[in-house]
C-alpha cells in the first residue's frame, strides 16, 4: 500500500506543471465571469455585476443576445463578456447552479445510488447516467460534468479496494493507463471551456449530448453484440484478436500484467487511457471507452477491466476534479448527494460482479449506453433550438423533453434490475451450492 500511495502521489507531482501550462492554471476563459446581477437598469440597457472574485461591482451594458427581462437577478451565474470600443457587453448570463427541490433531492439520491451500482459493477463510474441525470434535472452541461467528476474519485477508490480485495483489479496496469488518461484529462477540460466561451452553457449542453449519443451507439452496439456472442455460446469469453496482435509488438518498455494475465508494450496503453481522460473530463465519462479499451485492445478480461477502470477513475477523477474545482463549475451539493446514495451502491455492484459470469457485465453496460443515447439525442433539437440553429414547436420541445426524461428512467431501471437480478440469482446458487457441499460431507465427519 505504501508503494501504492508513493506511485500516485509521484505522477500528480510530475504532471502538476504540466497541468498548469496545458489547462491555463485550471482558470476560467478570459471573457467568461462567475458572479451574481445585482440590479438591471432597463433604460440604460445595462445591469450591475459583482463578479466572484472581487468585491468592486461592475457596470455590464446588454448585448442584443440579452435581454433585460432575461437577465437572472441574485443568482450565481456564468457570463460570457465581450469588450468593444470601449465598453464592456454581457453578451450570454445563465444560472450555475440548479435550484435544490424535494423532489430533485430524492430523484439524485436514487441516482446516486443507481450510478454507484453500475460503477461496482461494469466499472464506468456509471457516469453516462449521472451526468445525463443531473441535466435532466436542470444542471448546466459544464456543472453537472464537473460534479459528477468530483464526486467519481472517492466512489472509485471505494469500489476499486472492493474489487481488489475479490482479485480482480490489476493496480498495476491501472496506474500505467492513468498517467496517459490525466493528460487525456487535461485535453478536456480545455475543449469543454472553449466551447462555454464561444457558445455557453447551450452549446456545452448540445456537445456533451452530441458525444454521447455518437460514442454511446457506437461502443453499445458493438459490445451488445460481443455478449450475445458470449452467452450463446456459453462459454466465457477469449481474447480479442486485435489485443494478441497488439501483444506481439515488442515496444520497450515491455510490461507485464499479472491480474490481467497479459504482456505488452505500454505504449499499447496510452490511447485507450488517453481517450479514457479526455471523454472524462469532456462529458464526464471515461470507462465506457476504458473498460471495452482494456477488453478489446489489451487483452484484459470483462471483470478485471471493469476493476482496473476504478483505479483509473480514483487516479484521474481526483485530478480532473482539481481543475474543474479551480474553475469554480463544481456544484457541491450534487456532488455530496450523488456520493452518499452512490458509495452504498458500488459495494452491492461490486458484490454481483463475484456471481456473474462477463457476458452479463457486458449486456449491462451495452442495455445502458443504448438507451442513455436514445435520452441524449431527443435532447438535441432543443439545443439546437436554444443556439438559435433550429426552429421546433413547443409541442414538440414538451414530447422530446418527455422522451428524454422516461428513456433516463428505462435505463436507470434497467440496470437496477439486471444488478439485482443477477446478484440474488448468484447468491442463491451459491447457498445452494454450499448447502449441497455440507450435505456432502456431513456422514462423513459422522464416521469414527
Known amino acids: 500500500m505504501r508503494k501504492l500511495t508513493a506511485v500516485v502521489v509521484l505522477i500528480f507531482m510530475v504532471l502538476s506543471s504540466a497541468s498548469v501550462a496545458l489547462a491555463g492554471g485550471g482558470g476560467p476563459p478570459k471573457n467568461f465571469k462567475k458572479g451574481i446581477f445585482l440590479e438591471v437598469n432597463r433604460d440604460a440597457g445595462t445591469a ?25 437577478l441574485n443568482n450565481k451565474v ?11 457587453y454581457a453578451k450570454k448570463a445563465e444560472i450555475m447552479f440548479l435550484n435544490l427541490t424535494l423532489s430533485k ?49 472517492p466512489k472509485a477508490m471505494v469500489g476499486a479496494y472492493k474489487r481488489y480485495k475479490y482479485g480482480q483489479a490489476d493496480i498495476k496496469l491501472g496506474l500505467v493507463m492513468a498517467v496517459s488518461a490525466i493528460a487525456g484529462v487535461q485535453i478536456g477540460v480545455n475543449i469543454q471551456k472553449a466551447i462555454l466561451k464561444a457558445w455557453g452553457n447551450a452549446g ?9 449519443v ?6 453499445g452496439i ?5 455478449a450475445f456472442r458470449l452467452a450463446k455460446r456459453g462459454t466465457d469469453e477469449s481474447v480479442s484478436k486485435l489485443a494478441l496482435k497488439l501483444q506481439k509488438i515488442k515496444i520497450p518498455p515491455m510490461m507485464h500484467f499479472k491480474t490481467a494475465g497479459v504482456t505488452l508494450s505500454a505504449w499499447i496503453t496510452i490511447p485507450v487511457g488517453l481517450a479514457t481522460g479526455m471523454l472524462a473530463a469532456t462529458i464526464a465519462v471515461g470507462g465506457f471507452i476504458g473498460v471495452p479499451g482494456m477488453i478489446y485492445v489489451v487483452g484484459a478480461s470483462a471483470i478485471v477491466a471493469s476493476a482496473t477502470e476504478l483505479v483509473i477513475a480514483f487516479v484521474m477523477g481526483f485530478w480532473g476534479s482539481l481543475q474543474w474545482a479551480l474553475s469554480g463549475l463544481v456544484d457541491i451539493r450534487l456532488t455530496l448527494l450523488i456520493l452518499s446514495a ?15 459470469k462477463d457476458y452479463v457485465i457486458k449486456l449491462v453496460m451495452a442495455a445502458v449506453m443504448l438507451i442513455v443515447a436514445v435520452s441524449r439525442g431527443a435532447k438535441v433539437p432543443v439545443y439546437l433550438k436554444e443556439l438559435g440553429m433550429a426552429s421546433i414547436s413547443p409541442a414538440t420541445e414538451d414530447i422530446l423533453n418527455s422522451v ?27 447457498r445452494a451450492e454450499k448447502a449441497a457441499f455440507a450435505e456432502k460431507e456431513a456422514p462423513s465427519h459422522g464416521k469414527v
Open 48 to 72: 450591475t455585476f459583482l463578479p466572484s472574485d472581487s468585491e468592486q461591482p461592475m457596470i455590464l451594458r446588454l448585448s442584443e443576445d440579452l435581454r433585460a427581462d432575461d437577465v437572472p
Open 78 to 88: 456564468m457570463v460570457v463578456i465581450e469588450e468593444k470600443e470601449g465598453q464592456i
Open 105 to 153: 433531492f430524492i430523484a439524485l439520491i436514487v441516482v446516486g445510488f443507481i450510478g454507484g451500482m453500475l460503477s461496482g459493477f461494469i466499472g464506468s463510474g456509471g457516469a453516462f447516467v449521472l451526468t445525463p441525470s443531473m441535466m435532466s434535472l436542470g444542471a448546466p452541461g459544464a456543472v453537472a460534468v464537473a460534479s459528477n467528476m468530483c464526486h467519481k474519485f
Open 204 to 212: 456545452s449542453n448540445l456537445y456533451v449530448s452530441l458525444v454521447f
Open 214 to 219: 455518437i460514442v454511446l451507439v457506437i461502443v
Open 222 to 226: 458493438y459490445v451488445l453484440y460481443d
Open 342 to 356: 452512490s458509495l452504498i451502491g458500488v459495494q452491492l455492484g461490486a458484490l454481483g460482479t463475484t456471481y456473474v
Open 404 to 430: 428524454s426524461f422516461w428513456a433516463l428512467v428505462t435505463a436507470l431501471g434497467t440496470a437496477g434490475i439486471i444488478i439485482s437480478g443477477a446478484m440474488i440469482k448468484g447468491m442463491k446458487k451459491a
